[in-house]
Nanobody
Framework: QVQLQESGPGQVKPSQTLSLTCTVS??????????WSWVRQAPGKGLEWLGA???????YSNPSLQTRTSVFRDTSKNLFTLQLTAVTPEDRGAYYC?????????????????WGQGTQVTVSA
């Protein structure tokens, strides 16, 4: 059974760097065709994809946040981390880690997602 668990500070101060960790069990983060992703949802808004890293350590970022987001992997601990710099109150919300599988197998595209339960982040002085 694949499980993802987010952890990190529930509150950060404006201009600080938010660092969240996603610990994965039941699946190696070295598995091919998985994109280890972060998604957030601000109060009253839809889901926003933040960034991801794949099993080859290729990193991807939302263009609107590209200079602020970084995603890293730690294969020894089977976890991946989001860093979001220079946070503002607009960065508050629920943050989710997602294991996104996307591959073409025998000519057919297959895709599935495993989600963590999410963690709430507030930004205040």
């Amino acid at each position: 059974q694949v499980q993802l668990q987010e952890s990190g500070p529930g509150q950060v101060k404006p201009s600080q760097t938010l660092s969240l960790t996603c610990t994965v069990s039941g699946l190696s983060i070295s598995t091919k065709f998985y994109y280890w992703s972060w998604v957030r949802q601000a109060p009253g808004k839809g889901l926003e994809w933040l960034g991801a890293i794949d099993s080859s350590d290729n990193a991807y970022s939302n263009p609107s946040l590209q200079t602020r987001t970084s995603v890293f992997r730690d294969t020894s601990k089977n976890l991946f981390t989001l860093q979001l710099t220079a946070v503002t109150p607009e960065d508050r919300g629920a943050y989710y880690c997602v294991a996104h599988f996307d591959a073409v197998i025998s000519g057919h595209r297959q895709s599935t997602d495993y989600w963590g339960q999410g963690t709430q982040v507030t930004v205040s002085a």
